[in-house]
């Protein structure tokens, strides 16, 4: 949205400069995320009382009523209008009357393309991301994305190579494949295609160094596509699975399809075919009714687990989903504490993996916009690295070797 605003002569501005019009991209994942767009809209207003506020996203889509009481809000437009936001900007609606709003959200289930916009730059960031995939169906009971989102559905493979092409010719050295099921790419395509089949063509047809992949669904982590990042110098060693609960009814109960013997030998595999890589999973702790031996068992089955980092997040009950009316909601400090206990349980799995490649020789994108004099780069294998070096390398690939752990990340030098 960004840049086709730039590229149509609007000018961007620092959000607190108090702008004429403000974009609003909601986020509906939990209450929480919620709250925070309304308080935007808020803020928004307070920095110039006579601002246009449009609002976005996917909590104005499946919720555009609460959006359009909000003072001060004069457009709320779903996630498929929001890719015709030029024109709703040039019509009348934000010309008439301050007070009125003009809300249009379609059925977003009824969408079955993803339009991938002609983007050439990611301010601030030295990695590109390109979403090859929308939606999702799957209906996990705690998930609000089905209904935000809609179908799953495929952007076509010649567009995602023409953005990548692209990107890569903007300088980027490294590719980000993104979607919300990529799993499931290509399934809907006239011409059907796999993930892997795809991860194939951007390799064979562009230029690409560096190909990282979003988080795949444990069922979608196909032996075929192990077996293609492990021969790949492209795709990079990095795999982010949700697990989300290490317990068979937890799993149940959340609508997951698989089981953690089925996961257990997915991670133990990806781990003998490629011994290097990154694995990190997704989990949730106080799903309702999670008991204490019900997390217990989450805990010790992954203490077992051959991974290197955990995204942990407390439940958050998220209203329109079957689990928000579950019996046995877990108080919200029940939830924190397990949270906390995964998350030590990650770092000390994170240390011991970053420590094994003390030595060794790496090679990383530097990111952009780091302090002068200390530089941060991120490995083929998702390990953060810190080292002096000119801010001129920002954006670059560059060999470093780790000389310590220190500071919760590797501490390392640049060796070319
Ligand atoms: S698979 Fe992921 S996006 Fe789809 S419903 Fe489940 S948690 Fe949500």
Redesign the pocket.
Known sequence: MQESLQNAGYQVVPFDDGADLVIVNTCTVTSATDAQSRNLVRRARRFNSTCRVVVTGCYAQVDPDALHALPGVSLVIGNEEKQRLLDYLKSDHLKSDQDSTYVEVSDIRQADTVCLSPLTSFSGRSRAFVQIQNG?D???S??I??YARGASRSAHPDEILLQVVGLLESGYQEIVLTG??IGGYGADLQSPLTLNGLVQRIEQETAAHRLRLGSI?PTELTDELLESVAASQVICPHFHI?LQAGDDGVLQRM?RTYTVDFFARLVNKARETLPSAAICLDVITGFPGETDQEFENTYDFIAELPITDLHVFPYSKRPGTPAATLPDQVPGNVSRERAERLRHLAAEKHRLFAESFIGQVLEVVVEAGTKAGLLKGISRNYLDLRFSGDASLAGQCIKVKPIAWQDNSLQAEVVS
């Open positions: 999702c799957a209906f996990c705690y998930c994305i089905p919300i099921h669904e949700p609508g």
